[in-house]
């Protein structure tokens, strides 16, 4: 099976901060990664789909990027409201399986 | 508009089945799969499945392979998880997700609690 990494699994941060993550896979997986935002107690919400394609309705300040096994993704210029925790997922299209990477919680300093 | 409505919370006792329901509006329901995610409590998210909601064809995390079926009702736009035995650890909040297109997962229910013990 595909292994995701996700780092760091937690950050601390100020808002107006640029914020990365990343997710790295164990073998190439094409641009099949998707991000996720969490807030505590809600349903996890799409952000970016298929490495880097922003979800309508998402602000702009969130962009993702990569391909093959390294992914990033970014906010820029961290607002309030974003503080949560983050998931990348990962689809194999031969298996057909499903994985989320560990998480990584937003917390401000 | 859009959106996947679950059933309410559960308490089960250990080696009970549990099943949740998916009602979903706003879209044609056969057009689109249905994930099923389980969250523990205070850890991350867990893929359990999916079925297609139109032909009824299921696949299912390995881990959980012989305890989890999947089902949908097309009459009522509604698909169901049941998960037998249950164990301690099945504590948790289960979401159902809309399938957009290759594992993207667009739209969620708003989760259902269940709790696993004697």
């Known amino acids: 099976d595909i292994q995701m990494t996700q780092s760091p699994s937690s950050l601390s941060v100020s808002v107006g901060d640029r914020v990365t993550i990343t997710c790295q896979a164990s073998?190439?997986?094409?641009?099949?990664l998707n991000w996720y935002q969490q807030k505590p107690g809600k349903a996890p919400q799409l952000l970016i789909y298929?490495?880097?394609n922003l979800e309508t309705g998402v602000p702009s300040r969130f962009s993702g990027s990569g391909s093959g096994t390294d992914f990033t993704f970014t906010i820029s210029g961290l607002q309030p409201e974003d503080i949560a925790t983050y998931y990348c997922?990962?689809?194999?299209?031969?298996?057909?399986?499903?994985?989320f990477g560990q998480g990584t919680r937003l917390e401000i300093k | 508009q859009v959106q996947l409505v679950q059933s309410g919370a559960e308490v089960k006792k250990p080696g009970a089945s549990v099943k949740v329901s998916c009602k979903a509006s706003?879209?044609?329901?056969?057009?689109?799969?249905i994930h099923w995610v389980r969250q523990a409590p205070g850890q991350g998210l867990e893929w359990m499945g999916w079925?297609?909601?139109?032909?009824?064809?299921?696949n299912y995390a390995q881990n959980l392979q012989g305890r989890v079926t999947m089902t949908r009702d097309t009459s009522i736009s509604t698909a169901y998880m049941e998960l037998s035995r249950l164990r301690s650890d099945d504590t948790a909040v289960y979401y159902c997700?809309?399938?957009?297109?290759?594992?993207?997962?667009?739209?969620w229910g708003q989760g259902t609690t269940v709790t696993v013990s004697s």
């Open positions: 997700a809309r399938d957009l297109t290759g594992g993207v997962m667009d739209v």
């Open positions: 706003g879209y044609t329901f056969t057009g689109y799969y």
């Open positions: 079925i297609n909601s139109n032909s009824g064809g299921t």
């Open positions: 073998q190439g997986i094409s641009n099949y």
């Open positions: 298929d490495a880097s």
């Open positions: 997922q990962h689809y194999d299209y031969f298996r057909p399986l499903y994985s």
